[in-house]
């Protein structure tokens, strides 16, 4: 039989556990309006109408494991500073507290439906709301009319229909999942929720959110259309996933969700126009269906891969271009791939921006190396001055003399060529007049007669009465013979510079 009391002592109590076994106790802890420390009903308590006196508990208020409750109650309980447990009553049938209204935290756990859940005063000022595994079928009186709370878990409730809570923030966790899938979710006044979860909702409306800080999860409902119009920032990752009556997502506002986007398993999904503000994305985008419009026209980044697969024969590649993604590309239809295209790894373009360099090392020292053999010992070959001259009418050149020692060489590997002052290239002779009027320098034989290469025949100009010689400039830079000063040389017998 419940237990019903009326007392007129006012008074302040502290104890840190009160348990309530009996009459002397609930008679106890009705004379406190504000009692500090826990109140806990024992397990073989039937009934209680307790706590009339009582307005404020600076502790907890627990009532769990107990199979013969049938009913909780109080007239006159306004604030509960820590948590209000409620858990394992299998025959609760009656909750009446019309003046609560402040609380930490409500934990209401493994609790059939109750007949009357009486909160005539709904609950203003929750922080942490737990309610999992009951047979409840509405929260009517747990409406949550607070700015802001920390955990909003409403989880494996397989009755409940409605969920109407009107907090503005949710700093934590908001998952409200395994319920009935008739459930309709309403969050009014939500604008701001750190990371949340939902799914088995047959309707969702969060008119003025705005930004989540983490991730964003919607799977497993029976919503035909998402429509979330302000929302335009997820921190995490956003997720809409096996919706099989999915037909519109409505999210105008979006325009930045810094981790992965995956919207599949909803076959009646068909277009993504309305993610028509999109234009980042941190991370992969993963999209599957029978998507004929998949065009995201603001979209300008895709952090990491891009996957478009449609369960149709053709895929809407062209909506989505390679460009978008820094990672692999990837667009299939049911008949197979159609476009894939994967990126070189950092590893692999780092061995092949080594390789570039290597090569361009040794191409750079193989033409240093051209060069320089070409100025040193590259040479053409001595030709043959035995030959008869094409136009000199069979006359023979003489014979070429032998290279000096290098004791009769100069510091520039030529014997005193101070003393001569015109030299004529053999293959370039002028004319015997051009000669007798003209002096070369050495330094203006290039120009004037074409460049001479090693290895070629040098011959000494001479005048009528001089006997004519030759002379030879060898590979290396070997000593060239001349005739003697003693027989002068262009006029100027023994004069040396």
């Known amino acids: ?6 007392v007129s002592i006012r008074t302040e109590c502290n104890n840190a556990t009160t348990t309530l076994r009996n009459i002397a106790d609930v008679v106890a802890i009705a004379t406190c309006t504000t009692y ?49 447990i409620l858990e394992t ?40 709301l737990y309610i999992t595994d009951t047979t409840l079928e509405t929260l009517f009186g747990l409406l949550l009319q607070t700015s802001q709370m920390e955990n909003l878990i409403i989880t494996g409730n397989q009755f409940l229909q409605s969920c109407w809570f009107g907090v503005g923030n949710i700093t934590q966790q908001a998952t409200i999942t395994n319920n009935s899938a008739q459930m ?50 997820v921190g995490g990752d956003l997720d809409v996933k096996d919706n099989a009556q999915l037909v519109g997502i409505e999210m105008p506002d979006l325009v930045n969700v810094q981790g992965n986007v995956e919207i599949s398993g909803s076959p009646q999904l ?104 070409r100025r040193h010992g590259g040479g053409r070959e001595i030709p043959d001055t035995t030959s008869t001259s094409a136009t000199g009418g069979g006359a023979d050149r003489p014979a070429l003399a032998p290279p000096l020692s290098k004791d009769k060489r100069s510091s520039y590997g030529y014997h005193d060529l101070k003393s001569i002052e015109n030299v004529v290239d053999a293959g370039r002779v002028p004319g015997k007049h051009q000669l007798e009027h003209q002096d070369v320098p050495m330094r203006d034989l290039g120009r004037k007669y074409g460049e001479v290469e090693r290895g070629e025949v040098f011959e000494m100009p001479t005048e009528a009465n001089r006997e004519r010689r030759e002379m030879s400039a060898s590979p290396t830079g070997a000593a060239v013979e001349m005739a003697s000063p003693s027989e002068g040389v262009g006029g100027r017998v023994g004069e040396g510079r």
């Open 1 to 6: 039989m419940p237990l019903s009391l009326s």
């Open 89 to 128: 009553l299998p025959l609760l049938a009656n909750i009446s507290l019309p003046m609560w209204s402040s609380v930490n935290t409500i934990v209401l756990n493994k609790i059939p439906a109750p007949n009357v859940i009486n909160m005539q005063t709904t609950v203003q000022i929750v922080t942490n």
């Open 270 to 373: 068909e277009s993504l126009s309305g993610l028509s503000a999109l234009s980042f994305i941190g991370k992969d985008l993963t999209l599957a269906g029978e998507f004929n419009d998949a065009q995201l026209p603001t979209l300008t980044s895709i952090g990491n891969n891009l996957t478009l697969t449609s369960t149709d024969d053709t895929a809407p590649c062209a909506d989505l271009p390679r460009s978008l993604a820094k990672g692999t590309y990837t667009c299939s239809a049911a008949g197979g791939d159609q476009h894939k295209r994967t990126p070189l790894s950092k590893g692999a373009i780092a061995g092949i921006a080594l390789a570039a360099g290597l090569l361009t090392i040794a191409l750079t020292a193989a033409v240093v190396w051209w060069l320089l053999r």
């Open 184 to 233: 309709t979710l309403t969050l009014p006044n939500l604008t701001y929720a750190y990371n949340m979860e939902i799914t088995n909702a047959s309707a969702i409306e969060m008119p003025v959110l705005q930004s989540i800080n983490q991730n964003l999860d919607i799977s497993y409902s029976a919503v035909q259309n998402l429509t979330l119009p302000m929302l335009s920032y």
């Open 36 to 84: 500090t420390g826990d109140i806990v009903v024992a397990t073989d308590v039937a009934g209680i109408s307790a706590l009339l006196g009582v307005e404020e508990v600076i502790g907890s208020v627990i009532v769990a494991n107990n199979s013969a409750l049938t009913t909780i109650s109080s007239d006159s309980l306004r604030s509960v500073s820590n948590e209000v």
